[in-house]
């Protein structure tokens, strides 16, 4: 079955780490997408990309950093300069040609202990 | 950014229709209106989209306002489980050429409660 995953569900982090946050599709996408959501708030959009090779800040990509060498992979980066990592992450993709809808992973719940 | 606009929350009964406004004053000519929703501890699922005209599937009916300003999600009848945080976004038209902005941005939707 076609979809997208993120992995790990539950990921924590000692202070200073750096951790990378797995997103993966087979639907064939074009773009992907990482949002982090803090508790009773909106999605807010860290970084995106439209095609291999090259991706575009979002509105809050300080402290992140991603990655998209292949077409069905965005892995994520939470840097240890990111001063307040705990979040919901979301991933999302979707064909860029149509109107077609986004798929989004089921998230991973990042802690930092 | 074009940006919509909807209410924080709103409370319905099982069994009764609901609908959940939106407004994008802003919108362009060439945006599509797209709504998801997001049950709790979940990724945010897709329910239905439009351009112009009004929408129906199995999950929803999607109203258009003729200036576009505003569009409608019509649940038909609310269910337990339609209780979740609902989305209006702003798809903006593909740009096939290398560097083109095609943010996908979501504000804070609405709560949608449903009363048994």
């Known amino acids: 079955d076609g979809g997208i995953t993120q992995s790990p569900k539950y990921l924590f982090r000692k202070e200073g780490q750096n951790v990378t946050l797995s997103c993966e599709q087979n639907l064939n996408h074009d773009a992907m997408y990482w949002y982090r959501q803090d508790p009773g708030q909106g999605l807010r959009l860290i970084y995106y990309s439209q095609i291999v090779n090259d991706f575009q800040k979002g509105d809050i990509a300080e402290g992140y950093s991603v990655s998209r060498e292949k077409k069905e992979s965005f892995p994520l980066t939470v840097t240890s300069a990111q001063k307040n990592p705990t979040a919901f992450y979301l991933c999302a993709s979707y064909h860029r040609v149509g109107s077609t809808e986004a798929f989004f992973g089921q998230g991973t719940r990042l802690t930092v202990v | 950014d074009a940006k919509t606009t909807q209410p924080n929350s709103m409370e319905s009964n099982e069994e009764e229709p609901v609908h959940l406004p939106c407004n994008h004053s802003t919108i362009s000519g060439t945006d599509y209106i797209h709504w998801y929703r997001q049950l709790p501890s979940q990724g945010p699922e897709y329910v239905i989209h439009g351009l112009t005209s009004n929408v129906n599937n199995r999950m929803a009916s999607l109203a258009i306002a003729e200036d576009r300003k505003s569009s409608t999600l019509i649940l038909h009848r609310a269910t337990l489980r339609d209780a979740a945080v609902y989305y209006c976004?702003?798809?903006?038209?593909?740009?096939?050429?290398?560097?083109?902005?095609?943010?996908?941005?979501f504000g804070k939707g609405t709560k949608l409660t449903v009363n048994p």
């Open positions: 976004i702003l798809r903006p038209p593909t740009r096939i050429t290398q560097g083109g902005s095609e943010k996908l941005v």
